[in-house]
């Protein structure tokens, strides 16, 4: 019961901060690198019964549910902060997330097993810590493509 609340709680707070202070263009602007890493996500999520990377208390649904309120919830909103923050600025960037995806794996990644949300089988702190840090490289690549192909798109346009 304090997981589910903990999953909804965070995912409105979280929410209610972006839709506040984060700038609707900034939204606008990193929402498709952001769905781009959520959807990387959900395929691992969803590939995890396969390859049983992780246990959730109450089987396949639960998993799910989780995962989403992850993905949906701490992550999607702290990628946009991220970008918002730091794009352009890569150094920063890869300071920032490197930082971050420690402070997920090595802290809070103990504390959400403790409190019940997941349990690790396959994988490691270790690796958690290498796939979220070099999925921040992979979005920063994406959307400099991104842009890339939105500047040419408009030029062609014209």
């Excluded at 949300?117 to 396959?122: A, E, S, V």
Aim: glycine share 2%; proline share 4%; charged share 15%.
């Amino acid at each position: 019961m304090l997981v589910n609340f903990f999953r909804i709680f965070n995912a409105i707070v979280l929410w209610t901060i972006l839709f506040i202070f984060l700038p609707k263009q900034s939204f606008k602007r990193f929402l498709p690198v952001t769905l781009f890493c959520s959807s990387i996500l959900l395929i691992q999520t969803l590939l995890n019964p396969i390859f049983n990377w992780w246990r959730v208390k109450g089987g396949y649904k639960y998993m799910v549910f989780d995962a989403l309120a992850f993905i949906l919830g701490p992550f999607f909103t702290i990628n946009l902060w991220v970008f918002h923050s730091t794009y352009k600025k890569f150094s920063l960037y890869a300071f920032l997330n490197l930082i971050i995806d420690f402070i997920f794996a090595y802290l809070l990644n103990p504390l959400f097993q403790k409190l019940g949300h997941y349990k690790l089988k396959k994988y490691t702190p270790t690796t958690i810590f290498i796939i979220f840090y070099l999925l921040s490289l992979i979005n920063y690549a994406f959307q400099k493509l991104f842009e890339k192909r939105k500047i040419l798109e408009s030029h062609f346009h014209q």
